[in-house]
Protein backbone atom coordinates (compact mmCIF):
# COMPACT_ATOMS: atom_id res chain seq x y z
CA UNK A 1 0.00 0.00 0.00
CA UNK A 2 0.98 3.49 -0.76
CA UNK A 3 2.21 5.40 2.13
CA UNK A 4 4.77 5.94 4.59
CA UNK A 5 5.25 2.93 7.31
CA UNK A 6 7.05 2.29 10.40
CA UNK A 7 8.29 -0.83 11.73
CA UNK A 8 8.06 -2.41 14.25
CA UNK A 9 4.87 -1.08 16.08
CA UNK A 10 6.31 -1.79 19.20
CA UNK A 11 9.78 -3.19 20.41
CA UNK A 12 10.92 -3.73 24.21
CA UNK A 13 15.12 -3.99 24.21
CA UNK A 14 17.26 -3.90 27.48
CA UNK A 15 19.96 -1.21 28.06
CA UNK A 16 22.93 -1.19 25.99
CA UNK A 17 21.68 -2.84 22.78
CA UNK A 18 21.79 -1.59 19.43
CA UNK A 19 17.98 -1.18 18.04
CA UNK A 20 16.85 0.00 14.51
CA UNK A 21 13.45 1.34 13.57
CA UNK A 22 12.81 1.24 10.14
CA UNK A 23 10.67 3.91 8.33
CA UNK A 24 9.55 3.47 4.71
CA UNK A 25 7.63 5.68 2.31
CA UNK A 26 6.15 4.71 -1.11
CA UNK A 27 5.60 8.59 -2.36
CA UNK A 28 9.27 9.25 -3.02
CA UNK A 29 9.53 12.60 -0.87
CA UNK A 30 12.59 14.30 -1.00
CA UNK A 31 12.44 15.00 3.13
CA UNK A 32 12.27 12.71 6.12
CA UNK A 33 12.49 13.76 9.65
CA UNK A 34 12.25 11.52 12.31
CA UNK A 35 10.89 12.76 15.93
CA UNK A 36 10.39 11.43 19.44
CA UNK A 37 7.11 12.25 21.44
CA UNK A 38 7.38 11.97 25.33
CA UNK A 39 5.05 13.78 28.00
CA UNK A 40 5.78 17.31 29.01
CA UNK A 41 8.03 17.47 25.44
CA UNK A 42 5.70 17.16 22.70
CA UNK A 43 7.34 16.70 19.51
CA UNK A 44 11.25 16.68 18.83
CA UNK A 45 13.05 16.14 16.08
CA UNK A 46 15.76 13.62 16.14
CA UNK A 47 17.35 13.99 12.50
CA UNK A 48 16.27 15.11 9.45
CA UNK A 49 17.30 14.12 5.55
CA UNK A 50 16.80 16.13 2.44
CA UNK A 51 17.77 14.04 -0.29
CA UNK A 52 19.19 10.53 -0.52
CA UNK A 53 22.67 11.04 1.35
CA UNK A 54 21.90 14.16 2.85
CA UNK A 55 21.11 13.96 6.55
CA UNK A 56 21.18 16.48 9.35
CA UNK A 57 20.88 16.98 13.22
CA UNK A 58 17.81 18.21 15.22
CA UNK A 59 17.17 19.18 18.45
CA UNK A 60 18.03 15.97 20.15
CA UNK A 61 20.44 14.08 17.78
CA UNK A 62 22.52 12.43 20.68
CA UNK A 63 22.62 8.64 21.09
CA UNK A 64 21.36 8.20 17.07
CA UNK A 65 22.47 7.44 13.84
CA UNK A 66 20.67 7.60 10.96
CA UNK A 67 21.18 6.89 7.20
CA UNK A 68 19.71 7.19 3.84
CA UNK A 69 21.28 5.50 1.06
CA UNK A 70 18.27 5.25 -0.67
CA UNK A 71 14.99 8.05 -0.62
CA UNK A 72 12.66 5.58 0.28
CA UNK A 73 14.12 4.05 3.42
CA UNK A 74 15.45 6.35 6.81
CA UNK A 75 16.04 4.28 9.46
CA UNK A 76 16.85 5.36 12.66
CA UNK A 77 19.67 3.65 15.14
CA UNK A 78 20.35 3.65 18.58
CA UNK A 79 23.83 2.62 18.71
CA UNK A 80 23.63 1.61 22.50
CA UNK A 81 20.05 2.35 24.32
CA UNK A 82 19.38 3.94 27.55
CA UNK A 83 16.51 4.35 29.82
CA UNK A 84 15.80 7.76 28.96
CA UNK A 85 15.28 6.60 25.19
CA UNK A 86 11.84 4.69 26.00
CA UNK A 87 9.54 7.22 24.14
CA UNK A 88 7.20 7.24 21.16
CA UNK A 89 9.23 7.46 17.59
CA UNK A 90 7.35 9.08 14.33
CA UNK A 91 9.14 8.92 11.16
CA UNK A 92 7.57 11.63 8.68
CA UNK A 93 8.24 12.63 4.95
CA UNK A 94 7.67 15.28 2.75
CA UNK A 95 7.41 16.48 -0.62
CA UNK A 96 7.97 20.35 -0.04
CA UNK A 97 9.72 20.77 2.95
CA UNK A 98 8.54 21.35 6.56
CA UNK A 99 5.26 22.65 6.18
CA UNK A 100 3.39 19.58 5.03
CA UNK A 101 4.64 16.58 6.83
CA UNK A 102 2.99 12.96 6.43
CA UNK A 103 3.54 11.00 9.95
CA UNK A 104 3.77 7.22 10.06
CA UNK A 105 1.94 5.48 12.82
CA UNK A 106 4.81 5.60 15.17
CA UNK A 107 7.15 2.88 16.74
CA UNK A 108 6.60 2.87 20.76
CA UNK A 109 10.16 1.83 22.18
CA UNK A 110 10.45 0.86 25.68
CA UNK A 111 14.17 0.68 27.28
CA UNK A 112 14.28 -1.68 30.12
CA UNK B 1 15.37 28.61 21.37
CA UNK B 2 11.59 29.34 19.86
CA UNK B 3 8.33 27.64 22.30
CA UNK B 4 4.95 27.99 22.12
CA UNK B 5 2.44 27.91 24.61
CA UNK B 6 -0.67 26.17 23.72
CA UNK B 7 -3.65 26.46 25.71
CA UNK B 8 -5.89 24.74 26.96
CA UNK B 9 -3.75 21.84 28.05
CA UNK B 10 -7.16 19.86 27.90
CA UNK B 11 -10.87 20.34 26.94
CA UNK B 12 -14.23 18.13 28.20
CA UNK B 13 -16.83 18.82 26.36
CA UNK B 14 -20.15 18.65 24.77
CA UNK B 15 -21.40 17.40 21.91
CA UNK B 16 -22.33 20.32 19.27
CA UNK B 17 -20.39 22.65 21.48
CA UNK B 18 -17.74 25.38 19.89
CA UNK B 19 -14.17 24.60 20.81
CA UNK B 20 -11.58 27.47 21.02
CA UNK B 21 -7.91 26.86 21.61
CA UNK B 22 -5.08 28.40 20.94
CA UNK B 23 -1.08 29.07 20.41
CA UNK B 24 1.31 32.04 21.88
CA UNK B 25 5.20 32.57 21.23
CA UNK B 26 7.22 35.60 22.33
CA UNK B 27 9.06 34.85 18.85
CA UNK B 28 7.95 35.38 15.01
CA UNK B 29 7.10 32.60 13.09
CA UNK B 30 6.71 32.35 9.31
CA UNK B 31 4.39 29.24 8.81
CA UNK B 32 1.69 28.22 11.50
CA UNK B 33 0.58 24.60 11.66
CA UNK B 34 -2.57 22.64 12.99
CA UNK B 35 -2.02 18.76 13.83
CA UNK B 36 -4.36 16.23 14.84
CA UNK B 37 -3.48 13.25 16.31
CA UNK B 38 -5.64 10.25 17.11
CA UNK B 39 -4.60 7.67 19.71
CA UNK B 40 -1.77 5.34 18.57
CA UNK B 41 -1.59 7.36 15.48
CA UNK B 42 1.04 9.67 13.92
CA UNK B 43 -0.24 13.46 13.61
CA UNK B 44 -2.67 14.48 10.74
CA UNK B 45 -1.63 17.74 9.06
CA UNK B 46 -5.47 19.82 9.31
CA UNK B 47 -4.56 23.50 7.98
CA UNK B 48 -1.72 25.21 7.17
CA UNK B 49 -1.20 29.04 7.39
CA UNK B 50 1.76 30.96 5.37
CA UNK B 51 0.51 34.80 5.74
CA UNK B 52 -0.33 37.02 8.73
CA UNK B 53 -3.72 37.61 8.98
CA UNK B 54 -5.05 34.19 7.36
CA UNK B 55 -7.94 32.75 8.01
CA UNK B 56 -8.46 29.26 6.69
CA UNK B 57 -11.29 26.82 6.79
CA UNK B 58 -11.40 23.14 6.64
CA UNK B 59 -14.61 21.82 7.34
CA UNK B 60 -15.94 23.19 10.57
CA UNK B 61 -12.23 24.01 11.45
CA UNK B 62 -10.72 27.22 11.16
CA UNK B 63 -7.39 28.80 12.24
CA UNK B 64 -6.12 32.12 12.06
CA UNK B 65 -2.32 33.10 11.42
CA UNK B 66 -1.83 36.26 14.01
CA UNK B 67 -1.47 39.99 12.44
CA UNK B 68 1.97 39.81 15.14
CA UNK B 69 3.14 36.49 13.72
CA UNK B 70 3.43 35.33 17.19
CA UNK B 71 0.11 33.73 17.52
CA UNK B 72 -2.30 31.43 15.94
CA UNK B 73 -5.76 30.13 17.06
CA UNK B 74 -8.00 26.48 15.74
CA UNK B 75 -11.85 26.87 16.39
CA UNK B 76 -13.60 23.64 15.87
CA UNK B 77 -17.62 24.17 15.53
CA UNK B 78 -20.25 22.06 16.43
CA UNK B 79 -17.90 19.22 17.98
CA UNK B 80 -18.75 15.45 17.20
CA UNK B 81 -17.03 12.02 19.00
CA UNK B 82 -14.66 11.81 16.58
CA UNK B 83 -13.01 15.40 17.07
CA UNK B 84 -11.49 13.35 19.91
CA UNK B 85 -8.09 13.67 19.85
CA UNK B 86 -4.73 15.36 20.62
CA UNK B 87 -4.07 18.85 18.42
CA UNK B 88 -0.83 20.74 18.07
CA UNK B 89 -0.17 23.67 17.04
CA UNK B 90 3.39 23.92 14.99
CA UNK B 91 5.70 26.96 13.91
CA UNK B 92 8.29 27.33 11.41
CA UNK B 93 10.30 29.91 12.98
CA UNK B 94 11.24 33.29 11.66
CA UNK B 95 14.98 32.75 12.58
CA UNK B 96 18.01 32.42 10.38
CA UNK B 97 19.55 28.84 9.88
CA UNK B 98 17.89 25.62 9.07
CA UNK B 99 14.33 25.35 7.56
CA UNK B 100 13.41 22.10 8.95
CA UNK B 101 13.03 22.66 12.59
CA UNK B 102 9.52 23.03 13.05
CA UNK B 103 8.72 24.01 16.65
CA UNK B 104 5.30 22.15 18.25
CA UNK B 105 3.40 23.00 21.12
CA UNK B 106 2.56 20.30 23.79
CA UNK B 107 -0.81 19.75 22.70
CA UNK B 108 -4.29 20.27 23.77
CA UNK B 109 -6.03 17.01 24.63
CA UNK B 110 -10.13 17.33 23.38
CA UNK B 111 -12.68 15.08 24.85
CA UNK B 112 -15.89 15.00 23.20
CA UNK B 113 -19.01 13.63 25.72
CA UNK B 114 -21.66 12.23 23.44
Known sequence: ?112 | GQQLNQSPQSMFIQEGEDVSMNCTSSSIFNTWLWYKQDPGEGPVLLIALYKAGELTSNGRLTAQFGITRKDSFLNISASIPSDVGIYFCAGVPNSGGSNYKLTFGKGTLLTVNP
Request: contains cysteine; glycine residues 8%.
Open chain 1, 1 to 112: DAGITQSPRYKITETGRQVTLMCHQTWSHSYMFWYRQDLGHGLRLIYYSAAADITDKGEVPDGYVVSRSKTENFPLTLESATRSQTSVYFCASSATGISRLFFGSGTQLSVL
